[in-house]
């Protein structure tokens, strides 16, 4: 079951457009998406769990952006990750409550084929992914620019290691 793609990288941003700081990630997509960049896929995408796996099944690399509230980082950070810094949260639990790491896990047991080779997180720390809003904090706005550049240092750095 293989799927083939037009282009082998996948920028998918992940949240909600209405809940404050959670459209973060929509946000930093969105404006990978506007650049245009060759061979780089965008999307946006109000999902969890294991319905990731059919939206980057069949790209060799795939960017997740998303918001964390982990309370380790100032609201506005940028981290980049790599699905082995979320080895201790894979867990066995309903598939409505997988987290991306263990729907990693269950896509490359399933359809290794079809997984990408690579996958990275850029995470933003927020303040409040609660409060019904079209407006995120302003740490977190002026954190867009940021976590977009890290998208790209990504991107260049995986063309690079081709």
Same mark, same amino acid.
Do not use: C, W
């Given at each position: 079951?293989?799927?083939?793609?037009?282009?082998?990288?996948?920028?998918?941003?992940?949240?909600?457009?209405?809940?404050?700081?959670?459209?973060?990630?929509?946000r930093v997509s969105q404006n990978i998406e506007d650049m245009r960049l060759d061979n780089v896929?965008?999307?946006?995408?109000?999902?969890?769990?294991?319905?990731?796996?059919?939206?980057?099944?069949?790209?060799?690399?795939?960017?997740?952006?998303?918001?964390?509230?982990?309370?380790?980082?100032?609201?506005?950070?940028?981290?980049?990750?790599? !699905? $082995?810094?979320?080895?201790? *949260? @894979?867990?066995? %639990?309903?598939?409505?409550?997988?987290?991306?790491? =263990?729907?990693?896990?269950?896509?490359?047991?399933?359809? !290794? $084929?079809?997984?990408?080779? *690579? @996958?990275?997180? %850029?995470?933003?720390?927020?303040?409040?992914?609660? =409060?019904?809003?079209?407006?995120?904090?302003?740490?977190?706005?002026?954190?867009v620019q940021s976590a977009v550049d890290a998208v790209l240092h990504l991107i260049s750095e995986?063309?690079?290691?081709?």
């Amino acid at each position: 079951m293989s799927i083939s793609r037009s282009n082998e990288i996948l920028v998918v941003g992940l949240g909600s457009p209405i809940m404050k700081d959670d459209a973060v990630g929509l946000r930093v997509s969105q404006n990978i998406e506007d650049m245009r960049l060759d061979n780089v896929d965008a999307q946006q995408e109000a999902i969890g769990g294991l319905d990731i796996l059919p939206v980057i099944s069949g790209y060799k690399m795939a960017i997740i952006v998303d918001a964390i509230m982990s309370q380790d980082y100032g609201p506005g950070s940028v981290i980049i990750f790599d !699905p $082995e810094d979320f080895e201790s *949260t @894979v867990a066995d %639990v309903p598939a409505h409550d997988v987290n991306l790491a =263990t729907a990693m896990k269950i896509g490359r047991e399933l359809h !290794p $084929e079809t997984m990408p080779d *690579t @996958v990275r997180f %850029v995470a933003i720390e927020v303040e409040d992914i609660q =409060t019904m809003s079209e407006t995120m904090s302003p740490s977190v706005e002026a954190a867009v620019q940021s976590a977009v550049d890290a998208v790209l240092h990504l991107i260049s750095e995986y063309q690079k290691s081709k």
